[in-house]
């Protein structure tokens, strides 16, 4: 368990990270880099949240979810299918195993989770970058999955490898967003088998962000593993958390053969697991928050405490995807109060674990970057930051229920993380925050434009939006009567435009491809 | 001081008010149902919360603000401008009134202060409709005091007074607006010495919930008090609050001749003054968050404490209107960390003065509603509802930085407002809460869909969007690709179109219309 202490200098906190890269520090190989402090330049590379967590539940309604989550594990049992070694390990561990179906003793689970750290450093290639995980520290991470874009033209098509690495790039660039994430989107150009080999590496080269692994496939995840041992060393990696990897349940109350495979190569080798049951209530959970919190503790207490029989100490979070579906029509629906209430009670519950908690980010079910997609990613992020989340997906890009990874909401939402940032950093209460100086020079009836404490301050005093229209209606008309999304669509090109990468050195570099180029020889393509 | 017990009928909660008007009650005089208990089929008139305030200041932090103010207003002082009767007041009361400064001795206003309610209810002529203002009460009123609307045909013009009743009219039908508002827009087709009557008129005559008083003017108070005592009866007024009156300071340290002759009227006829500080950061205010609220604690607390010496026991609301400014271009901003940090704290200090507490609403600067409006409108009312506020003005409709009152975006706004009063119920623990029947009856692998408890509290379950589109992209596509903002102009021509008002007793409707007519015949018409 080790902490990091963040880095703020002023100056440079509202510049891409682009400009800000320290390419002695940046060109060095992980293992030498990962160890050393951080560089000069670099903004606080995640959230310290200085202010405290909203929370609705009080004591006696936790423990009415945590005895009912234990009558589930005991009476009810999760079922990890089609997996032999998990119901072996199960039973060693003192399970009731029946078929597939796994009862819990209660107890059992929390007493396993014992070992799993309450606050872990995800190491970056850039240490710099290194990301604290669990306790006060918020760590935003770009949208995950969506296997089709809208793209600068307003296109909305299936992804490619090429969108891939703009949104790597993008998400290099952008202060407010903390760690590369993992399938920014689904390069649906590559062949399924082999196109995690190209998004990890897009990952390692195009970023010097901390990332996610694969987790499709066992033997994906075994390549993660791979790949991160040529950029880290494998000593470090056997050692340290350098990837973060997304273990969804099956709600209800099942684990596949799949995602047990992932999770058992991350948890071997030390790796963490963001163990999250995937809900939208009312069909993979009861319609209510309390039913809903109630199966999503039992799924990740059975889930969690699986990475500890597997190796005990392996990092491991307590995952919440939490929306709803419409009754009426059977659609997903988000930024709605009844998937906050789930978030922030389960992260209460996650805090009372003692592990590192999971949920948020910036949803919508918008198809468009309207004020729809905008309140409902709003409601989801304003809830994250709040409920005390520590790792937060798709808090980026995500449009159209996650159907989609959008550059127009991926700038949008990156500048709403900057306030969340801001807003973090709670009030100064020193001398220049107290302003009794300014105060008393400006006096009643005056203004505070030109006075000595504004002119010393008024850079740094407000969160400066790089979307937001503020001017007159006036200069807005003659201006073309511009609307967010248009001014985000140039802004994405020119954050594109004006890229640079960090250094790769470039023996790990020709070693990655190697590695890359000799699996996918090994395999035919495949594309389902 | 008094309170009210919300009653909430599940069957009625999405529905516009004017369906579930009853006409017994609403048609009754304020008199009389001023007195009487709610009807049936009525919504919850306002939000008690059942969940905590979020908070941004420890106890050291608000001690060192009230010491700051306390300091501000002994040595700097406050200005009362224009009125010798306000000086002599406070010099009676103690104060070191020089020239118009007035110095405040330590504890003064706090002591005056004493006598003002914590909790009061402000009664509207359908008792059904009353709303308590202050403690877990949270109240959404409209948009207050835009020159211009931006109208159905998607055309920015002047208001006018036809826009004024129809935002009256929709704020009626509106579940989640429990208060009729002020200033909807400026109708500025009625001369301004005559357009507080037509505007205090509409809200008596198109709706039944409660509403503002005229503040421009002392005589314009004293025209909305005698308006409302043809609606209640004048022994009615004396003794209740049936008019709420906003009150701006003139930030930084000044009340002028304007606000104090509005508040004596109102104070003295034991209406209800929201005392306000008006703060763009940086320009009336120092440009950081403990400065802004140690001069905002100081201006409320002379403004609220003069109600006192006026009339002990009127109520009083502090108030906090805050944004920020651009400090490269000048312009109003909002929806920024910093003004939410200073609305939070700023609850806190109310609290603690034990007098209810008004912020926030749905402020944005954008020209459009897009999703630059959306986010900054949620990040103030988030923050509205999280941060404990008794009051909410400009809850719905605000656009441009205020100027501009916007049909799409009041529609967007009172959807949202829904939302929150949904959040604000918390987490239901009851039986059918937990749902642990469901859980068993489903098990592994299965889904709720078709189980029992889903059958039986689906209907309940979720908050339903009126506008939120949740439709494949498919449908989404052949239904003409439509943003939020084209739905929500179709959904509010239709409750225009069928909007049926609330009666209003014959007799006192013919007593308001003559008293207009021949204030009206007493002057001139005034357009400056």
Known sequence: MDTIDPQIPEETAGEPAAGRRTRGVAGAAGRRAARSGGGPGLSQPFIMRKLGVYEVLDEEGLQLIERNADKILEEIGIEFRDDAEALRLWKDAGADVRGERVHFPVGLCRELLKTAPEVFTQHARNPARSVQIGGKATVFAPVYGPPFVRDLEGVRRYATIEDFRNFVKLTYMAPSLHHSG?????????????????????????????????????????????????????????????????????????????????????????????????????????????????????????????????????????????????MQSGAPTFGTPEPSLVSYGAAQLARRLKIPFRT???????????????????????????????????????????????YEKFMIDVDQLGMQQRFAEGVDLSETGQALDA????????????????????????????????????????????????????????WLDSYQGPELDPAIDEALLAYIASRKDSMPDAFT
């Open 360 to 406: 948020g980010g910036s949803l919508c079910g918008s198809k468009v970057p309207d004020a729809q997609a905008a309140h409902e990613s709003a409601a989801t992020l304003n809830m994250t930051l709040l409920a005390g989340t520590n790792f937060a997906l798709h808090s980026a890009g995500w449009l159209e229920g996650g159907l989609v990874s959008s």
């Open 439 to 494: 105060i008393a020079e400006v006096g009643p009836g005056s203004h505070y434009l030109g006075c000595a404490h504004t002119q010393a301050n008024f850079q740094t005093a407000f969160y400066r939006s790089s979307l937001a229209d503020n001017n007159s209606y006036e200069q807005w008309l003659a201006e073309g009567e511009k609307r967010i999304e248009d001014r985000a669509r140039v802004l994405c090109q020119s």
């Open 182 to 326: 993992g399938t920014v989107c689904e390069p649906v150009d590559v062949p399924v088998n082999k196109r995690h080999l190209d998004m990890v590496y897009s990952h390692m080269k195009y970023s010097d962000k901390p990332f996610m692994g694969s987790v499709t496939a066992p033997e994906r995840a075994e390549d993660t593993i791979e790949m991160c041992k040529i950029l880290f060393g494998a000593e470090f990696v056997d050692q340290n958390c350098v990837t973060l990897n997304l273990i969804n349940a099956n709600s209800p109350m099942v684990f596949d053969e799949t995602m047990l495979g992932a999770l058992k190569v991350y948890a071997r080798n030390n790796q963490a697991c963001v163990v999250s049951p995937f809900i939208l209530a009312g069909a993979m959970s009861p319609v209510t928050v309390a039913g809903t919190l109630t199966q999503i503790l039992a799924e990740v207490l059975a889930g969690a405490s699986f990475t500890q029989l597997i190796r005990p100490g392996a990092p491991v979070l307590f995952g919440t995807f939490a929306a709803s579906i419409s």
